[in-house]
């Protein structure tokens, strides 16, 4: 039972366009998301969140859209670099919970 | 300064076999997490403990133990190791609910 799902497993974009990842999530209750960023080898670090009573959030180059009817939330990124080429996971929570449900994840590479 | 640490970093070991990781964050953190990522990369909750008591407590075998000597640490010992229990063991910590989890890098278990 998979209540997040990232049903990209990868995605290539040029440098300096924009790199959107996508993420589903079935579960009503959730209301709040995050996106984490995980470099090989290393543990996940956290990249951005959005509440539910949001539909955007920015930092930076980061961008986080929330879609609730449509149980959507993407991640921008603008303009993409080198260095954004990870795997991406969102993450989700609900109702007061300490428990992140997340995603496969997304492997993304900018290409220079 | 390491954030969340974790020792080992791999860990090759033989079935049947018990084996301990273990787990410290200087973030002063009042929650900290076990994660898997099995081979298809899903990234799991397995267990939660919050000021020393254990919050939250997945479908995992008994042959998963965690321990809390303080709210810095929180170990995981396993008995009679099996094929299946090779995968990556990530330590989070965080300081509460809708709180950004903060991951260690991960420790690679690899069970012959």
């Known amino acids: 039972d998979q209540q997040v799902k990232q049903n990209s497993p990868s995605l290539s974009v040029q440098e300096g366009r924009i790199s959107i990842l996508n993420c589903d999530y079935t579960n009503s209750m959730f209301d709040y998301f995050l996106w984490y960023k995980k470099y090989p080898a290393e543990g996940p670090t956290f990249l951005i969140s959005i509440s539910s009573i949001k539909d955007k959030n920015e930092d930076g180059r980061f961008t986080v859209f929330l879609n609730k009817s449509a149980k959507h939330l993407s991640l921008h990124i603008v303009p993409s670099q080198p260095g954004d080429s990870a795997v991406y996971f969102c993450a989700a929570s609900g109702l007061g919970t300490y428990k992140y449900i997340f995603g496969t994840g997304t492997r993304l590479k900018v290409l220079a | 300064d390491t954030a969340v640490s974790q020792t080992p970093k791999y860990l090759v070991t033989q079935m049947g076999n018990d084996k301990s990781i273990k787990c410290e964050q200087n973030?002063?953190?009042?929650?900290m997490y076990w994660y898997k990522q099995d081979s298809k990369k899903f990234l799991k909750i397995m267990f939660s403990?919050?000021?020393?008591?254990?919050?939250i407590n997945e479908t995992v075998p008994n042959r998963f133990s965690p321990k809390s000597p303080d709210k810095a640490h929180l170990n995981l010992h396993i008995n009679s190791l099996e094929l299946g229990d090779s995968a990556v063991y990530f330590c989070a910590s965080g300081s509460g609910v809708r709180e950004t989890q903060y991951f260690g890098p991960g420790t690679r278990l690899l069970v012959l």
């Open positions: 973030l002063g953190h009042d929650t």
């Open positions: 403990y919050n000021n020393k008591e254990l919050i």
